[in-house]
């Protein structure tokens, strides 16, 4: 049975801090809440810890896992070669929804980094995530804490109804305040290539470091997790609609109704008198989108909707975070 425990995100108790630190250690379990989503944690330097992330997950094991460290010193035991323009990023991003893919040591677990040389390495900006690295003493692995494929986790309730009874513990610090995942930049490539849009844009690196660069080969987007396999998805068909009028999504999701239950996400307010419909309103910025469009897929997956219609918005800065996620979720894009 998993334990959930309950914390507070800003003050975390020691002793639970500690039950969870010792769980990591004997080389089990804990999901822990990140500023970006809840991810599941393992003993990064423990092999056989690590491949139990990939079995509760149902992960493929090509796809690699994010590392995350308590500070900087943390950093030497699973990275090398950090250069001076990898400690400007982390000198200017964290803590914070940054991952770095850097050369790995030779002791983190061989599955972390699915085969390659690489590492991809973050320090999170979240009291209970960063109490509990530095308690385990260990630099922690740790994916989404959702089965593999489904809306990342934003809530401990989340966590619970995918991985309920296949981990040890879910230590509860309320919402996320990002709610999708960290950048990733591999920094071994001169210049930088963003591997997976984030919270840290395009241009706010480049002001730091310089000319970045966009992954486009599939060479390049395997030493990043969350670009390769179809993510972020619900049980629910998914279709994006980039640009529409309000006449026009109303027709569409009208349609749809004729074959069963439609879901609509999105900042324009389509009003549709059918039980069958639900529709969950968003306020058309780019945070509310973000905080909201994994905890939507999954309150429309409950509606038991057959289909789920989203409404896209601008790709410009963060947005393109949220259209790449949405993107990657949709079965079909117009």
Known sequence: MTQVIQLDPERPQQKAIERAAATIRS??????????????????????????????????????????????EMLDVVA??????????????????LTLVLNRTPEVARSVSAGLPTIAVRMPHNNIALALIRASKTPIAAPSANSSGRPSPTAAAHVLEDLGG?????????????????????????????????????????????????????????????????HYSPCARVILIEQASLEALGRTCDNYLRSGKVGFIGHTRVDLDDPNFNAIILDGSVEDYARSIYS???????????????????????????????????????
């Open 27 to 72: 080389g089990e379990l804990v999901a822990f809440p990140t500023e970006t989503v809840y991810g599941l944690g393992a003993n990064a330097m423990n092999e056989i810890a690590v491949r139990k992330i990939f079995e509760a997950k149902g992960r493929p094991a090509d796809n690699p896992l994010i590392v995350h460290v308590g500070g900087r």
């Open 80 to 97: 090398t070669g950090v250069d001076e323009k990898a400690e400007r990023l982390i000198e200017g991003f964290w803590p914070g929804p």
């Open 166 to 230: 296949k981990i040890e513990m879910i230590l509860d610090g309320g919402t996320t305040n990002i709610g999708i995942e960290s950048t990733v930049l591999d920094v071994t490539r001169d210049p930088a290539v963003i591997l997976r849009p984030g919270w840290v844009t395009q241009e706010m690196l480049s002001e730091l470091i310089g000319p970045v660069e966009r992954a486009t080969s599939d060479v390049e987007l395997r030493r990043s997790p969350g670009t390769r396999h179809r």
């Open 296 to 334: 939507a897929f999954r309150a429309l997956d409950q509606f038991e909707a057959k289909v789920i219609i989203v409404e896209g918005i601008s790709d410009r800065d963060e947005g393109a975070a949220v259209m790449d996620r949405l993107r990657r979720a949709a079965s079909e894009t117009r």
